[in-house]
C-alpha cells in the first residue's frame, strides 16, 4: 500500500482473478476502488481456497483494500445506481475496470452517455466475443504439451497451476489503465479499452519465439522436464529427500558451480567428451545429460543444508523447492520478516500475514495493507458520498432489496 | 503499437525476460525505448529459440519496437554516455528501467546527480540482494510441488514452462513505471522503485489464498493434475487421440454441459448417488471423479470435430489442446488474421507474425507492429540527436571501441 493513487477512483465490476488484481494493484497504489456485486455476491464469491466456514482465502485475497457494494444488479434501478456510481462526476473518477459482460446500461455507450470522458476498461475471453478462461486459452497455448517429463507423461499435457494469463491479463489492464487516465489528463478524451485473455496468451507465445520458432525454423521446443530450455537448469534429489534446482546461465555463474562442486576439473572432462564449449549456452544445453549426471551424485551426497552450506556466497544460482506449507512455515520471505507482509485480521476469516504490493517506491511509504471489505460493507458510505443519497433513500433502498450492506439486505 | 505515449522516452538496461517486456508495453504504447547494451550483446542476445544461423527469435521477440544503442560499457567512458542518455533532460525522458545489477555511475545515487527528478526502474532477485530469477523463485512458490499429476509424478516437482514470475514482474514494472511519471508530472519528484522478484511471486501466492490456507486452515492444496481446484475442470481424451478440456464453473456452464451432451439425466444421478448439489462449485470437485467417468466415455467416443460441433453454440467451455505447431498452424487467432498480429520482416532472421500489444485502446488506433532493432542499430542517431554529438566525435567514439553500430564495430 502506499499513497501514488489517491486522487483516483476506479469502479471495478468483475470476478476470479485477473481484473480484481488489476484493481488491487490500483488500490494498493491507493486509488479508491470501488468493486460492485450483486447482493450475495459474484461468481467468485465462494472460490477456493476456503475455511472450514466456507469463507474465500481467494477472494480476500484478490480484493484488499477496495470498497464493497452490494446492489441488485439484476434489477433496473441497481444498475441504475451502478452506472451513476461508475460515471459520478470528478476529476480522478469515472474509471471502469471489467472482465464480467456488461450488464444492460453498464457498456461503453451508456456510461459515455452519462459521462462523456468515461475510461472503461475491459477483459473479454477472445476477441470475436466468445468465451474463454484461463483453463481453456492454456489448452490452446502449447505449453501444456511442453510441461514435465516428456518420458514420462506420453504426451499428455499437463496445466500450470498458477493462473498466469489471468495474472497476466490482469496486470496489463492496470498498466493500460495508467496510460488510458495519462491521455485523459491531457486531451479530456476518455476511451474504451479492451484486452481479449486468447491475446494475452498469443501475445506472450509470440514475444517468446516459440512462434517465430516453428514460422522461421519449422519446429517447436520439445518437452524437456525441468531442465532450462537452451541452457543448463535441472532440479536435484538430496540426501535427505528434498529437491533443489541448480542453474547456470551466465559463464560466471557456470564456473562459480565447478568451483562450489569441486567438480570443476570433471566438468571440463565433460565439454571434452560431448565435443562442447561449456562456457556457452548451448553447449552446456547440449552436454546437460553428461553434467547432471556429476552433479546428481554430488547433490544426493549432500543434504539440503550441507548444499547451502556449499553454495552460500559462491555465485551459485540455486534454490530449493518446497511445497506452500514449507514456503509459509519455514521461509521468513513469506512472514512479516518481510515489509511485503503485514499480519492482518481479516473479517470472518482470522489473522495472517497478507502481502501489499511487490513494490518499493521511494517517493511514496509504504502503508499498512489493509483487508478485504466485508461484501456491501461499504454500500451506505458510498451511495451517501458519491451519489449524495439520503439516509431515508438509502433506508429505502434497503427495504426494497436493491442495496445491501454487510448482513446481506 | 499506437501512440498513447509517445511523449516518453525510457533508457533501458536490460536482460532476458521482464525488464525487456516491460519496455517493450511501453515502446509498443508509443514511448522510445532506448535498450542500452554493451557490444556484442548482453547476456540473453542469443537466448533459444534461435534460427538455424544462431539469430535470437527469443530476443527479437522481446524487443520488439525499441532503439538499440552498444556502448562499451565495461569501460568509463561507455558507461558515461550511457548516463548522460539516461539522465538527458527533457519532458518525458530521465525514466530508467533495469533488471541488471547497477553499473558504477548508473546507480540510483549517479544517475540523480545527474537528473535530480529521475526515475529508475529496478527489478532485482530477492529483497536482501541476492540472486534469483525465474526457476529458483518459481521452485521456492509451492507450484512445481502441485502440478501434474500427484499419483504420477511420485512427488517430484513440476516446474511450468511459462516465465510466469518474470512476465508478472515485468508488467508490474511497466504499471509501476506509469504510476511514478504521473507523480513526477504532478510533484516534479523522480524516485528509485524497486521490485523483488520473489516478492512478486509471494504476493501472488498470498493473493490467491494459499498462504492463507495453511496459517487458518493448516493445509495446503494438493497436486490434483489437470483437475480444476474447487469446481469442475478436466482433460480426456477424443476418438481421434486429441484432448479437450472441459470446465463447469457457473450452473450455467455445468447445464449446458448436461444439455450439450445429453447426459443430463445420468449427471443429476451422479449427484444423488454421491450426495452433493452438483449446482455448487464444491459439490461438482467433490463428485469429480463421478462426473468424469461420464464425460470421459463420452469424449472418448467423438472426434475433436464432433465434439466442437457438439458444443457450439450451447454455452459449454471448453477448448482443445495444441501444441506450438498446431497454434501456428491451424489456430487463425495466431496469424495476420487476428489485427494482434503484422507479418514483419525481422532482419537477421525473416519475415513472421509477430505480436503488437493486446490491447485496444479506442482513441488510439493500432499503428503497425515494428520489428527488434538490430543490435547497435540506433547508436549514432541516439548519439547525435540525445547527446548532440558531432558526426566526429561519433566517428572517434567507433574507432576508439566506445561506440558500436550494427556491424560490431
Chains 1, 2 share one sequence.
Not at 446492489?71 to 460515471?87: S, Y
Not at 470528478?90 to 461503453?108: E, F, K, Q, R, W
Not at 516453428?214 to 517447436?220: D, K, L, S, T
Not at 569441486?262 to 565433460?270: H, P
Request: aromatic residues 6%.
Amino acid at each position: 500500500m502506499n499513497r501514488l493513487l489517491e486522487d483516483l477512483r476506479i469502479v471495478e465490476f468483475s470476478a476470479f482473478v485477473a481484473a480484481p488484481l488489476g484493481g488491487m494493484m490500483m488500490a494498493q497504489l491507493g486509488a479508491e476502488v470501488i468493486r460492485i456485486d450483486p447482493i450475495g455476491g459474484a461468481i467468485d464469491f465462494a472460490r477456493w481456497p476456503v475455511t472450514d466456514s466456507g469463507a474465500s482465502l481467494y477472494w480476500a485475497g484478490l480484493n484488499k483494500a477496495k470498497r464493497s457494494v452490494a446492489l441488485a444488479l439484476d434489477k433496473p434501478e441497481g444498475r441504475e445506481l451502478a452506472r451513476a456510481i461508475a460515471a459520478a462526476p470528478g476529476p480522478g473518477t469515472g474509471i471502469v475496470l471489467t472482465n464480467l459482460p456488461p450488464l444492460a446500461g453498464l457498456d461503453y455507450q451508456s456510461l459515455k452517455g452519462v459521462r462523456d470522458d468515461i475510461i472503461l476498461l475491459r477483459l473479454i475471453g477472445n476477441r470475436d466475443g466468445t468465451a474463454a478462461v484461463d483453463y481453456t486459452v492454456n489448452a490452446a497455448s502449447g505449453f501444456p504439451l511442453v510441461t514435465g517429463q516428456s518420458g514420462t507423461a506420453g504426451g499428455a499435457p499437463v496445466n500450470h497451476v498458477l493462473p498466469a494469463w489471468d495474472i497476466a491479463a490482469g496486470l496489463y489492464l492496470a498498466a493500460a489503465l495508467l496510460a488510458a487516465e495519462r491521455h485523459r489528463s491531457r486531451t479530456g478524451m476518455g476511451q474504451e479499452v479492451i484486452a481479449a485473455l486468447s491475446d494475452v496468451m498469443l501475445a506472450m507465445v509470440g514475444h517468446l519465439g516459440y512462434i517465430g520458432d516453428v514460422h522461421i525454423n519449422g519446429r517447436a521446443r520439445p518437452a524437456i522436464g525441468n531442465d532450462l530450455y537452451g541452457s543448463f537448469g535441472r532440479d536435484f534429489a538430496t540426501a535427505d529427500g528434498r529437491r533443489v534446482m541448480i542453474i547456470a546461465l551466465t559463464p560466471r555463474q557456470w564456473r562459480a558451480l565447478g568451483r562450489a562442486t569441486g567438480l570443476a576439473d570433471k566438468l571440463a572432462m565433460v565439454g571434452a567428451m560431448m565435443e562442447v564449449d561449456l562456457e556457452s549456452e548451448s553447449g552446456r544445453f547440449e552436454a546437460r545429460d553428461a553434467i547432471a549426471a556429476l552433479l546428481a551424485r554430488w547433490c544426493a551426497g549432500k543434504t539440503l543444508v550441507e548444499i547451502a552450506a556449499a553454495f552460500a556466497g559462491t555465485g551459485v544460482l540455486w534454490g530449493p523447492f518446497q511445497d506452500f506449507v514449507g514456503l509459509v512455515r519455514e521461509d521468513p520471505r513469506a512472514s512479516p520478516a518481510n515489509p511485503l507482509f503485514a499480519e492482518i485480521e481479516q473479517p470472518g476469516i482470522g489473522r495472517y500475514p497478507m502481502p501489499g504490493l511487490p513494490l518499493d517506491f521511494s517517493a511514496a511509504p509504504r502503508q499498512p495493507t489493509r483487508p478485504a471489505p466485508r461484501l456491501g460493507e461499504h454500500t451506505d458510505m458510498i451511495l451517501a458520498q458519491v451519489l449524495g443519497l439520503p439516509a431515508a433513500e438509502i433506508g429505502r433502498l434497503h427495504d426494497t432489496g436493491i442495496a445491501a450492506g454487510p448482513d446481506g439486505r
